[in-house]
């Protein structure tokens, strides 16, 4: 069904240049150079690695634990590296970027309020509960 689809769009004309793409793509077939070394392209490639969310919904890269949204939990998602910032993707959606620390636990506050919300629901004031339980989280893990 795809392919038929493709070919029939292909042999048609197209709206915005009002030629036959296939007729166009034969035209500039001969215009096209080849593609550099695969070494070459590899060094302009931004390498993803696949991790699995843990139980605390943080993700590890290089000793170090960063928080993802607690509705990520258990799923396995993606990390990329780039610019001294860690990028978590689920499928393709960017889920989180976090700024590559030195730190053991790097959680962003939403994240933390979120899981504090699934563990204790109906808990009064759970943003000063975040506040205090992350501040005491940092002072233990800045102390190492």
């Known amino acids: 069904f795809v392919q038929k689809l493709c070919t ?3 042999q048609s004309f197209h ?13 500039e077939k001969n215009l096209l150079q080849p593609l550099p070394q695969s070494t ?26 960063y928080s993802v ?10 990390l990329q590296v780039y610019d001294d910032q860690l990028f978590v993707y689920y499928n393709t959606e960017l889920i989180v970027q976090h700024k590559i620390s030195q730190s053991k636990l790097n959680y962003k506050e939403e994240h933390y309020k979120d899981a ?13 509960l975040a506040k205090q339980n992350l501040s005491a989280i940092g002072e233990v893990y800045s102390n190492e």
């Open 8 to 10: 029939r769009i292909n």
């Open 15 to 27: 709206q915005g240049t009002n030629k036959v793409p296939m007729f166009s793509l034969k035209q």
């Open 40 to 65: 070459i392209r590899d060094s302009y490639r931004i390498k993803h690695t696949l991790v699995k969310v843990n139980a605390s919904n943080m993700i590890s890269y290089k000793s170090n634990q």
């Open 69 to 78: 949204p607690a509705k990520y939990q258990g799923k396995t998602v993606g």
């Open 116 to 128: 504090l919300n699934k563990a204790i629901p109906h808990y009064p004031n759970i943003d000063d």
